[in-house]
Nanobody, 122 residues
Framework: QVQLVESGGGLVQAGGSLRLSCAASGSRFRINGMGWYRQAPGKQRELVAGIRSGGTANYADSVKGRFTISRDNDKNMVYLQMNSLEPEDTAVYYC????????????????WGQGTQVTVSS
């Protein structure tokens, strides 16, 4: 099994920044792709950003240019730097991880953290 623990959420004013962190432990050989999802009240969970073991990243259109995902493979950590935050970014943010077999394959996120609340005030 893989355990994911997020940290770094909180309350911030619009235009501000936050950095989320996620620590992976357990059977880490079961994962090579990591990402961040978010779920706002009354909305479906959506992929914010994902990153492969070599560092290739993808982003939701709504966060491109504002958010940056990164990872430290030695420390088994993944980060989400969020800049120019908007009230629409308010959501519970979840760390996710999975194992993909090919760079042409969508990362299957099989493991999830408990989530961390991000609230952006206007």
């Amino acid at each position: 099994q893989v355990q994911l623990v997020e940290s770094g959420g909180g309350l911030v004013q619009a235009g501000g920044s936050l950095r989320l962190s996620c620590a992976a432990s357990g059977s880490r050989f079961r994962i090579n792709g990591m990402g961040w999802y978010r779920q706002a009240p009354g909305k479906q969970r959506e992929l914010v950003a994902g990153i492969r073991s070599g560092g290739t990243a993808n982003y939701a259109d709504s966060v491109k240019g504002r958010f940056t995902i990164s990872r430290d493979n030695d420390k088994n950590m993944v980060y989400l730097q969020m800049n120019s935050l908007e009230p629409e970014d308010t959501a519970v943010y979840y760390c996710a991880a999975g194992y993909y077999n090919s760079d042409f394959e969508t990362i299957p996120y099989d493991y999830w953290g408990q989530g961390t609340q991000v609230t952006v005030s206007s």
